[in-house]
């Protein structure tokens, strides 16, 4: 009796163009990020992989989870498709906010200040006064428009 | 069946929005975006005409990354203000569209299995230097040009490597994607659903279209557009770069009121250095040294140049009135008639550029300055009294202010 060994699931190898394509891009890859990594590595690299991971694991969820809660608040009261009003002027602020957020937290404002003679301690105020602005006008477009809608809409009085 | 609760699960993810049109609308848009970014970026690395001299080169390592530099020309004379207020202000108003197709594909990062072939797994591996590497490029610039140096080391090395390593994953993925997005965004039939779309299997009601939702992306990008891009011009058009670094007033008023980049109280720069009584301009050449006062450039044919001051940092100021002497002029008294590259060291105690180094035929060309004067009056201390580099199309740092010594010759 023949004893043949046990057939091992083989691991399918995939597209060889994508496999060279990959291999090329990560000799590319291997050759900068030596380079990147030569000063403060573990750092550099917990940068690159942090960056990665904050966005996906942390930021995203964050946004995400605010926004259904935004979204259940207005089907609650039965105004679904009124979310849109609050979840615009919202998302802008908060993307200036993310961008903006040094100077506008005022984490560097010291080298801003002494670096170009320009006052450092504005960035707040405009920001705030920016929502306030995108929140207004988003108020303005949804009154008009409710407005709007009322009147070309047939009274129960007639 | 999968338990929905976990992201694993296809039915855990309920936005009507998400899908192959939308990811490969944004998927597009960034292929051109990011090339523009990485051209432009490239080009600032050989604006700094880092092969020139080591004390432009803050990359020393670069080795073959560095094989497409060149002679960076001084024409046209806002060569650099353009392509670099693309590179910045561009990769800001790209932002939106970065999370929102971030965003679009997140559900990709849960999918099991973790890896169907060596391909599949190899592709995922990629997709963490794509992804990791491009928020580390948006991230380090954004922070870079708020002055916020919270970053592990140097911004220059960071940068550039970083935009290499981002790179190589960037060219893989558009290889292997870009066909299928071209065809999505083409067809206008609804395909069915396939496994491993990114469409939801149980979607929500929609609380918008997805024309809407690109529509609220887009917006994202003109407002961080809108006001950032006033940086890039004085007067009232500054005003309107609301948040941005260098944006609103300028820091004074008056001829020297345009922007500053580093003041001479931050480059630590001695009052009583440079007093006409103790400054002296050092010049080297051929035929020996020779040290001039300020009175003694004045006696000197004075010429005037119309030209910006652009920073790495992306913001510019319009074209300031200059006046002083031409750097040729100077490479002529020490024995140059066709003057040779030159070393212009600062007063400036620290900074990554108090020496930097410009090539021939930026210190031939007639704008070139050695100026004394700006706007009709005399520099100010901010601008670099008493004398300053004025170069066309170079990068803000290497119109070296405050200079006490130029040495003309072969650098290397």
Redesign the interface.
């Known amino acids: 009796m023949t004893f043949w060994p046990p057939r091992t699931p083989r691991?399918?190898?995939?597209?060889p163009l994508?496999?060279l394509?990959?291999?090329?891009?990560?000799a590319?890859?291997g050759?900068?990020?030596l380079?990147?990594l030569?000063?403060?590595w573990l750092?550099?690299a917990?940068?690159?992989?942090g960056?990665?991971l904050l966005?996906?694991l942390v930021l995203?969820p964050l946004y995400?989870a605010a926004d259904r809660a935004l979204?259940r608040a207005f089907a609650a009261a039965g105004r679904?498709?009124w979310?849109?009003y609050v979840?615009?002027p919202a998302?802008?602020s908060g993307?200036?906010l993310?961008?903006?957020f040094?100077?506008?937290a005022g984490?560097?404002a010291r080298?801003?200040r002494?670096?170009?003679?320009?006052p450092a301690d504005?960035?707040l105020t405009?920001?705030l006064l920016?929502t306030a602005v995108l929140f207004g006008g988003s108020a303005l477009v949804f009154v008009l428009r409710l407005r709007r809608a009322t009147k070309h809409r047939p009274s129960a009085d007639h | 069946m999968s338990d929905q609760r976990l992201p694993t699960s296809p039915g855990f993810w309920r936005s009507p929005l998400r899908g192959p049109w939308f990811t490969s609308v944004l998927g597009l848009v960034l292929l051109a975006g990011i090339t523009v970014l990485f051209v432009t970026g490239l080009v600032s690395y050989a604006a700094y005409n880092p092969g020139l001299s080591p004390v432009n080169d803050q990359t020393p390592g670069k080795g073959l990354l560095g094989f497409y530099l060149f002679t960076w020309p001084t024409r046209p004379y806002w060569l650099y203000r353009l392509t670099q207020g693309v590179h910045v202000t561009l990769g800001i108003a790209l932002i939106p569209v970065l999370l929102a197709k971030l965003w679009s594909v997140v559900p990709r990062l849960f999918a099991l299995p973790p890896a169907r072939s060596l391909a599949h797994a190899l592709e995922r591996i990629s997709l963490l230097l794509l992804v990791g590497g491009g928020l580390f490029e948006f991230t380090t610039g954004v922070l870079n040009v708020q002055l916020d140096y919270v970053f592990p080391g140097s911004f220059y090395p960071l940068h550039f490597y970083g935009a290499w390593v981002f790179f190589a994953a960037f060219l893989a993925h558009a290889a292997l994607k870009t066909p299928a997005a071209l065809r999505n965004v083409r067809g206008l039939r609804e395909r069915p659903r396939a496994e491993g779309d990114l469409r939801s299997p149980r979607p929500d009601p929609p609380t918008v279209s997805r024309r809407g939702a690109l529509w609220l992306v887009g917006g994202g990008s003109l407002l961080l557009l809108g006001t950032t891009a006033g940086r890039d011009f004085d007067g009232p058009l500054r005003r309107t770069a609301l948040l941005a670094p260098h944006g609103g007033a300028e820091p004074g008023g008056g001829p020297g009121g345009f922007q500053i980049n580093k003041t001479a109280a931050y480059a630590g720069i001695d009052p009583a250095e440079t007093g006409d009584e103790a400054w002296r301009l050092v010049v080297t050449g051929r035929t020996g040294t020779v040290r001039l006062s300020r009175a003694d450039l004045l006696r000197m044919p004075l010429y005037s140049a119309a030209l910006p001051i652009a920073c790495v940092e992306g913001w510019s100021t319009s074209d300031q009135w200059w006046r002083g002497v031409r750097l040729r002029d100077l490479a002529a008294l020490v024995g140059y008639d066709d003057a040779p590259d030159v070393l212009v060291e600062s007063l400036q105690r620290h900074g990554a550029f108090r020496r930097a180094a410009l090539r021939a035929n930026q210190v031939r060309d007639p704008l070139s300055l050695l100026a004394l004067y700006v706007n009709g009056e005399e520099l100010t201390p901010d601008h670099g009294h008493p004398a300053r580099v004025i170069v066309p199309a170079a990068p803000g740092v290497l119109n070296t202010k405050w200079v006490a010594r130029l040495t003309f010759g072969e650098l290397r």
Do not use: K
């Open positions: 691991v399918p190898v995939g597209s994508r496999l394509l990959l291999t090329c891009s990560f590319l890859a050759y900068a990020g380079r990147l030569a000063g403060d750092a550099v917990l940068w690159v992989a960056a990665a966005h996906d995203l995400a979204v679904r498709e979310v849109m979840r615009v998302a802008l993307l200036l993310l961008v903006w040094p100077l506008i984490s560097a080298r801003y002494l670096a170009t003679a320009l504005g960035f405009r920001w920016i």
